[in-house]
């Protein structure tokens, strides 16, 4: 039997790369999927070819997601996987010294408010039944510090500590509503595109950006999706406020070549 069959699930940010990748996965292993993003066009195209249902959610919106708990009022999973990198206006400045206020507050506006906002609907939903699985998409810059981008390091090591907090939370209810979280580094994911390019050098600056990466290539989405399917499954049963590293050896310690 497929490992999700019968459970609802809904991902944020999912239009594209890491969501678009756990959102397919969920359904192969059997979920009914609620897909989310503030792309609209590109989320409900998605969702119509994956078999999901598509819903409208800035994530850091609490009215969004009182709008999607009407819509969708029994979960059963939850993935926040929505998030910016800062970047994406052009605001490129986001060293400790030099960081705009407005800066840091957009991204953690999404990055974090977003997920306390998910979790909060999360368990609103699923305390119901007792029982759900609620997974976090934290990043390896969680776990280090970041001197260029630290509103986006500081946001992913805060969606760590506070999976931690929604777990222990459940737990002290008496709810089997279990969250983790999912650190990755260097996922082939659109947000690469602009830095590659599809030039002759492309598979040059793809080594280079995985140089110090022991297994010495990018992560592909689907991986992060097998595991986001583990969690959400009853394989993952006993797995609770854990934090779960995906980046081909890189915090392992010092950089290591096979052989």
Known sequence: MPRLQNKTALITGAAQ??????????????????????DDEAGLAYADQIGATYHHLDVSSPEDWTSVLAAHPKLDILVNNAGITGFESGELVQDPENVSLDAWHAVHAVNLDGVLLGCQTAIKSMKASGAGSIINISSRSGLVGIPGAAAYASSKAAIINHTRTVALYCAQQGWRIRCNAIAPAAILTPIWEPMLGDGPDREEKMAALVADTPLKRFGQPAEVAALAVMLASDDAAYMTGEMLTLD????????ASPG
């Open 248 to 255: 081909g050896g890189l915090l392992a310690g010092s950089a």
């Open 17 to 38: 790369g890491i969501g678009a990748a756990i959102a397919k996965a969920f359904i192969d292993e059997g979920a009914q999927v609620i897909l989310t993003d503030i």
